[in-house]
T-cell receptor, first 110, second 112 residues
Framework: SQTIHQWPATLVQPVGSPLSLECTVE??????LYWYRQAAGRGLQLLFY??????ISSEVPQNLSASRPQDRQFILSSKKLLLSDSGFYLC?????????FGQGTRLTVV | GQQVMQIPQYQHVQEGEDFTTYCNSS?????IQWYKQRPGGHPVFLIQ?????EVKKQKRLTFQFGEAKKNSSLHITATQTTDVGTYFC????????????FGKGTKLSVIP
């Protein structure tokens, strides 16, 4: 069966520090992968999606970047975090009929 | 780009009352999906609707897809405290489309 792993679960980082969140998928090949951000009390904002290795599309301009070095690995990064980067970050993969979300990373930038 | 609007943003109901959330897309959708996110958790898939005018039921939950495939609704009959959470709709423009666009969600609170 397919599973999705996302870590860490929580993270507190100072302003200006770098960020790296990792997401891996097991049990499937060539998945479509997504990074979403959910600000407190808000909906899901699509940040990046990827349809294959090295293929990244950004939905909104921001302080973040994404990479897909392997088929089932999706990484969200930042060189310098801003206070406004705080939120709940969710990785997801989908197979055309439904999306499966990771457990999420709650990031607090202080 | 494609936009998916969802209303209301918040809904407080007394336990036993009904609840409905509505989803509207700016473009015709191939399918629409509904997800539930419990407080502190991640979104979990509930159902997918594909056909124009489709209606599906899951116990007390009724999902509808509009005739024009641009709107959808989720109706919960006789809410329970276990229904608490945020309900999201998500629209897709095509099979395998990577543009799965989520609405902002409706946060449901149930007062016991």
């Amino acid at each position: 069966s397919q599973t999705i792993h996302q870590w860490p679960a929580t993270l507190v980082q100072p302003v200006g520090s770098p960020l790296s969140l990792e997401c891996t998928v097991e049990g499937t090949s060539n998945p479509n992968l997504y990074w979403y951000r959910q600000a407190a009390g808000r909906g899901l904002q699509l940040l990046f999606y990827s349809v294959g290795i090295g293929q990244i599309s950004s939905e909104v301009p921001q302080n973040l970047s994404a990479s897909r070095p392997q088929d089932r690995q999706f990484i969200l990064s930042s060189k310098k975090l801003l206070l406004s980067d705080s939120g709940f970050y969710l990785c997801a993969w989908e197979r055309g009929t439904e999306a499966f979300f990771g457990q999420g990373t709650r990031l607090t930038v202080v | 780009g494609q936009q998916v609007m969802q209303i209301p943003q918040y809904q407080h109901v007394q336990e036993g009352e009904d609840f409905t959330t509505y989803c509207n897309s700016s473009t015709t959708l191939s399918n629409i999906q509904w997800y539930k996110q419990r407080p502190g958790g991640h979104p979990v898939f509930l159902i997918q609707l594909v056909k124009s005018g489709e209606v599906k039921k899951q116990k007390r939950l009724t999902f509808q897809f509009g005739e024009a495939k641009k709107n959808s609704s989720l109706h919960i009959t006789a809410t329970q405290t276990t229904d608490v959470g945020t309900y999201f709709c998500a629209g897709s423009r095509g099979a395998g489309s990577y543009q799965l666009t989520f609405g902002k969600g409706t946060k449901l609170s149930v007062i016991p």
